[in-house]
C-alpha cells in the first residue's frame, strides 16, 4: 500500500513541466497497431506525417540493434515491412523516451544517461528472454522493459524541481545498506517509484500490461499484484523482474542500486525455467547487452 502522506496525484501534476507527454505520433501508432486488421498504409500515414520522427526512425532500424543482418530500409513503408509494426513502434517509443534521459550528473554514481542505460537493457533482457521462452509477446515486453523505471526519472526531475536530493538520498541509503531502490523507498518513506511510474503511464495513455509491469516490477508474488488478471500479464512482470535482475547483475547501466533482489525459485519455475536452461539464457543476455552497449553509444553520439 501507498503512504497515504504522499500525494502522488499532486506529484504527478508537479512533474507534468518537466517530464514531458509521448510525443503525437507514439499514441496515434499505438492506437492503429491495437486494430489487429490495420494496414501497412495506415501505419506508414501516421509515420510520415512527422518527417523528422520518420527519419530517426530509418536511422535507428538501419543499427545493427534492429536490423541485424537485414538488408538497409530506405523508406517508411519499407522499414515496417522488413520490421514489422511492434518493432517500428518500439524504435519509435526508444528515441521518444531517449529525450527525457538526457539532463546534468546528479552526485557520485548516479546519472540519467546510467539509468536510460539500466532501462534500454532491461529491455532488450527482457526481449531476449520472451524469445528464449517462445513468446509471441516479445516486443511487447521490450516496450515494458525499457519504462519500468520511468518513475525514477521522475523523481529525479521532482528533486530538480523542488531543488531537493530525496532520490540521492534513497539511493545512497542503497549502496550503504546493500539493498535495492525500493527498499530504500520504504525506510526512507519517499514516493514510490513504481506506483509513480504505473500514473504518469496511465496519463501517457500506454497499454494495461505496461502499467502492470511499472506497477508491479518489484512484487515477486502474483497473489499481492492487485488488478493483474490475465496469465500473460503475470508472465511478463515475470520476465521483467528476471530480466531487472540479470541486467543489474551485470553492472549495465546504473539505476540506483548495486544489491537487486535474485528471482526466487518460484519465479523461475513460473516460468518453466531450470538451473541449465537460466545458464544458457544468462549467456544470450550477456551477448544481447553487447548489442545494446554499441546502440547506447550510437544514441550518446548524437546519432539519432
Known amino acids: 500500500m501507498e503512504s497515504s502522506s504522499i500525494n502522488y496525484e499532486y506529484l504527478v501534476g508537479q512533474i507534468q513541466r518537466n517530464l514531458p507527454t509521448l510525443p503525437t505520433i507514439v499514441n496515434e501508432l ?18 510520415t506525417a512527422d518527417q523528422s520522427m520518420t527519419m530517426k526512425i530509418l536511422r535507428v532500424a538501419n543499427t545493427s540493434f534492429y536490423r541485424g543482418g537485414r538488408e ?48 534500454l537493457g532491461v529491455a532488450s533482457a527482457s526481449r531476449c528472454i520472451a524469445n528464449f521462452l517462445g513468446k509471441s509477446w516479445s516486443e511487447r515486453a521490450y516496450t515494458c522493459g525499457l519504462v519500468h ?10 528533486d530538480e524541481s523542488e531543488e531537493t536530493e530525496d532520490f540521492i538520498t534513497d539511493s545512497q541509503t542503497s549502496l550503504d545498506k546493500k539493498i535495492n531502490f525500493y527498499k530504500s523507498e520504504l525506510i526512507n518513506q519517499s514516493p514510490r517509484h ?15 500490461f505496461v502499467e502492470g509491469v511499472v506497477r508491479w516490477h518489484h512484487e515477486p508474488q502474483p497473489e499481492r499484484r492487485q488488478k493483474v ?27 540506483g542500486h548495486e544489491s537487486p533482489d535474485k528471482p526466487s525459485d518460484a519465479l523461475l519455475a513460473r516460468l518453466n525455467l531450470n538451473p541449465g536452461q ?15 552497449e554499441d546502440f547506447c553509444d550510437l544514441l550518446d553520439s548524437g546519432g539519432v
Open 194 to 208: 513504481d506506483y509513480l511510474g504505473y500514473l504518469i503511464c496511465k496519463n501517457w495513455g500506454l497499454s494495461s
Open 278 to 292: 537460466t545458464d544458457h539464457l544468462y549467456k544470450d543476455i550477456q551477448n544481447e547487452l553487447k548489442m545494446t
Open 30 to 47: 499505438t492506437n492503429v497497431l491495437q486494430n489487429p486488421d490495420a494496414s501497412t498504409f495506415a501505419v506508414e500515414d501516421v509515420m
Open 72 to 119: 538497409r530500409v530506405t523508406d517508411a513503408n519499407e522499414a515496417i515491412g522488413t520490421l514489422g509494426f511492434e518493432k517500428i513502434r518500439n524504435v519509435v517509443l526508444t528515441t521518444s523516451v531517449f529525450k527525457m534521459f538526457s539532463g546534468p550528473s546528479a552526485e557520485q554514481k548516479f546519472s540519467l544517461e546510467g539509468l536510460w542505460k539500466h532501462c
Open 149 to 158: 523505471d520511468i518513475g525514477k526519472v521522475a523523481r529525479f526531475k521532482l
Open 229 to 255: 488478471t490475465s496469465e500473460d500479464a503475470h508472465e511478463l512482470i515475470d520476465v521483467v523482474i528476471l530480466a531487472n535482475w540479470a541486467v543489474n547483475d551485470q553492472k549495465f547501466g546504473f539505476s
